[in-house]
């Protein structure tokens, strides 16, 4: 079925394999990337590329309009811990990029929107373990704020004005294809990196910090798939919990040195680490399970050969 795709923020981490994935399923001249720089090589060279900023709304609205565009994903952000030095250029990004895109769809100019949220929604006070999809959340970092808020406006246009605009809230994400953006999980991408080319790693986060982490097939799987599900089975218009596994920095090291029997780490907590504190340690995802089947092909064992494998 031929649709057309744009993809804003497509040079970022998620944005370039998820481009990729696209053009390879609905063709390349189909999807169209776009982002405020240029992406790697690969990328350009893939398909049509727009030099666009996500929080101008007019010159969103002429890239729409060129190209007819009917879904649009909006991958471009600025991460937790990035977001914590420039808080209100973190705040601009994050939400005037949303309601351009909300606004769209409101006046009818595209069909169909995705927008990711985050784990990063829940803060301190949310249940650790087990998280549910409906649960206190009280954010306490400016990404958070940001993710939270922009789950209760998708939710208000969808029921304001029938916009059908799906989310999923992230957990960590692994990559051997992009590096990560400046989030508070990076270190989970970075430690496979020192791993093969130093024998070590020194970690922002202590030892026993314990994550929801997902490796970034799994991601764009479960990105494509919701997008692709009948309106009829989606229940949830602010953000579908999502989950694949949980880990911490010590279980990480172990299952690298499975592969490397010398690798070490050791740790020096940063900033980070009272970001990591203030989110859950595992996520119930029976929701998405339930309403459109969602399930991780991934465990750490095999994205720890995954990584390892393709980033040698």
């Known amino acids: 079925m031929q649709k057309s795709i744009l993809i804003l923020g497509a040079c970022g981490q998620i944005g370039t394999e998820l481009t990729f994935a696209l053009r390879e399923k609905y063709g390349s001249e189909q999807v169209i990337a776009s982002d405020i720089r240029e992406g790697n090589e690969n990328l350009m060279n893939s398909g049509p590329f727009e030099l666009l900023d996500a929080t101008n709304y007019d010159a969103i609205e002429d890239v729409v309009m060129h190209y007819e565009i009917e879904e649009v994903y909006l991958m471009a952000a600025m991460l937790s811990a990035t977001a914590e030095k420039f808080p209100m250029r973190a705040w601009n990004l994050n939400m005037n990029s949303l309601f351009n895109i909300l606004n769209l769809a409101k006046e009818k100019k595209i069909s169909k929107v995705f927008w990711p949220s985050s784990i990063a929604v829940f803060g301190p006070n949310t249940p650790t373990e087990n998280t549910p999809q409906h649960t206190i959340m009280e954010p306490s970092t400016v990404y958070g704020i940001s993710k939270q808020s922009g789950e209760r406006w998708c939710s208000y246009y969808f029921e304001k004005y029938g916009v059908d605009v799906r989310s999923i ?7 051997y294809k992009t590096l990560p953006g400046g989030g508070t999980t990076d270190y989970a991408v970075e430690i496979y990196h020192k791993a093969l080319a130093d024998k070590k790693y020194t970690c922002f986060l202590k030892e026993d910090t314990k994550l929801p982490m997902m490796f970034m097939d799994d991601a764009i799987k479960a990105t494509m798939h919701i997008m692709e599900t009948e309106v009829a089975s989606l229940k949830i218009r602010s953000s579908y919990n999502l989950a694949a596994m949980s880990f911490t ?16 780490i050791d740790y020096q907590p940063d900033f980070r680490q009272a970001i990591a504190d203030s989110w859950p340690s595992s996520i119930d995802d029976t929701k998405a399970n339930k309403d459109w089947g969602w399930k991780a092909n991934f465990d750490l064992g095999r994205t720890t050969a995954e990584m390892l494998k393709n980033l040698k």
């Open 169 to 175: 809230r992230y957990p960590g994400l692994i990559s």
């Open 249 to 264: 920095p010590a279980e990480i090291s172990k299952s690298i040195q499975e592969h490397i029997p010398d690798f070490e």
